[in-house]
């Protein structure tokens, strides 16, 4: 039970500070994926126009948006997925076929407990706050916090837009099982010719979320403008995942589905490298502090 406790603590731990270490680029790149006018003057026109422009207009804080409600879902996340490998660790060894269908039926589960925190997260990061000119001066409006924001979601849009884009969430279940399939394929082969370091686990993490996550990227736009407040003109609004698909397809063409990719795969590939970097190294040091701890008491 002591390793179970062990995963869940340095699984959380990494996954949060891979969060924060990246955050600044998550926002980049929800901002680009939701963005419909490339060619207005307010529009970005790429990942370090959207970087620079927010940080002017915003601030630091800006960078950050909605940091607080990402890292309560990851936290979220992480303990449905602990308490899915206590319940494995429990059972006999489960095969590989198992392993994928009960990994599907967790993140299933976790997307239907999870979405309304990253819708909430969804608006809150691509809210923009621009200067407005005052009487001599600029100023600048504040954001809304997780608190407000949660209240103007129920009072405009009704419980139900906490599932918006839960469709998509669901499809993008896979995302994972791909990264952790890489990951451990490579890893299982390497270890078979040399002893992994920290760098090697960077690496392979980078590699198992670049194909995830370029394999799946159109269900995470979808997603993110699913998540969105949805216009009430006919031909704005996504009724569904294929309506989204065939809209965007229709109006910016397939390089619309790929919005804020380099982003986000930087990103993506930095965040799972970091995650189980700092897993490996947080796991280390809480099964001595457990072991520790177990003798002193």
């Not at 607080?68 to 303990?79: E, L, P, Q």
């Not at 489960?94 to 239907?112: D, F, H, K, N, R």
């Amino acid at each position: 039970m002591s390793d179970n406790v062990a995963h869940a603590l340095s699984g959380a731990g990494g996954g949060i500070i891979a969060m924060i270490l990246t955050y600044p680029l998550i926002t980049v790149s929800s901002r680009l994926q939701v963005q419909k006018d490339t060619k207005g003057i307010d529009a970005y026109k790429g990942g370090w126009d959207a970087a620079v422009k927010i940080f002017n207009n915003e601030g630091i804080k800006g960078l950050y948006s909605g940091l607080n409600s990402a890292i309560f879902g990851i936290a979220v996340t992480n303990g449905m997925c602990t308490t899915k490998a206590i319940f494995e660790k429990s059972k006999r060894p489960m095969s590989v076929v198992e392993s994928i269908i009960a990994g599907t039926i967790a993140g299933s589960a976790t997307v239907l407990v999870t979405n309304p925190i990253w819708v909430v997260n969804t608006r809150m990061t691509t809210c923009k706050v621009s200067l407005d000119e005052g009487e001599g001066e600029r100023t600048k409006p504040r954001k809304l916090g997780t608190i407000a924001t949660i209240l103007k979601i129920i009072n405009e849009d009704g419980l139900k837009a906490f599932w918006q884009g839960v469709i998509p969430a669901l499809i993008l279940v896979t995302n994972p099982i791909i990264q952790y399939t890489v990951f451990e394929q490579l890893k299982s082969r390497i270890e078979k010719m040399k002893k992994l370091g920290n760098l090697d686990f960077f690496l392979l993490g980078a590699i198992g979320k670049l194909v995830a996550t370029s394999s799946t990227y159109p269900y995470i736009v979808i997603k993110s403008r699913m998540q969105l407040r949805q216009s009430s003109l006919e031909s704005a609004r996504y009724k569904n995942t294929w309506d989204g698909l065939q809209k965007i397809i229709t109006n910016e063409g397939y390089g619309g589905l790929y919005k804020g990719i380099t982003s986000k795969l930087l990103q993506s590939v930095l965040t799972a490298a970091f995650l189980f970097m700092y897993k490996e190294v947080l796991f280390k040091y809480t099964i001595a502090f457990l072991a520790l701890r177990k003798r002193v008491i």
